[in-house]
């Protein structure tokens, strides 16, 4: 089982930007395909993008394409999700999670405490 600390979040006014990291322990973590998700309040756990096990293919819902990047640092064990024009909707909290592969939402292992994310409007 890998272990998944979520960083990063805060408060930003729409239109702006975050990066969150998840730092991964406990598995051979470059073997693995990656995923972030986010939960808003009073709604279910959303897959959000995704990324396969050496970065190359990647997977976005369609509310964040062309806004959000997925990437992986597997040296560092480490899965990063940049927001650029950052809206009002984008608020919830964000988890990241292994995966079964990049563009399915499957999550493999316990989740973390996540990270939250609130824009203003």
């Known amino acids: 089982q890998v272990q998944l600390v979520e960083s990063g979040g805060g408060l930003v006014q729409a239109g702006g930007s975050l990066r969150l990291s998840c730092a991964a322990s406990?598995?051979?973590?470059?073997?693995?395909?990656m995923g972030w998700f986010r939960q808003a309040p009073g709604k279910e756990r959303e897959f959000v993008a995704g990324i396969n096990w050496i970065g190359i293919r990647t997977y976005y819902v369609d509310s964040v394409k062309g806004r959000f990047t997925i990437s992986r640092d597997n040296a560092k064990n480490t899965v990063y999700l940049q927001m650029n024009s950052l809206k009002p909707e984008d608020t919830a909290v964000y988890y990241c999670?292994?995966?079964?592969?990049?563009?399915?939402?499957?999550?493999?292992?316990?989740w973390g405490q996540g990270t939250q994310i609130t824009v203003s409007s």
């Open positions: 999670n292994v995966v079964s592969d990049y563009n399915d939402y499957t999550a493999l292992d316990s």
């Open positions: 406990g598995r051979t973590f470059s073997s693995y395909a």
